[in-house]
């Protein structure tokens, strides 16, 4: 994912968690690598795709097809 665009990190994350799901863990989830904000927090401030989503594959037991 060397160019993550927004719509690909969405859907990578809702393969991963489904679609409800996804967005509780974006909304609700703290993330230490993200220096103690949320996915969507992240995203808010500007933090890039990649970075956010690697943070999520750090975190959870993300399987390489998504990765």
Known sequence: MADVRLSVFWDRMNQQFGEVYATSVAKDHVLAELGGRTVEQALAEG???????????????VPQRLR
């Open 47 to 61: 933090q890039p795709v990649k970075r956010v989503w690697e943070a999520v594959c750090a975190t959870f037991d």
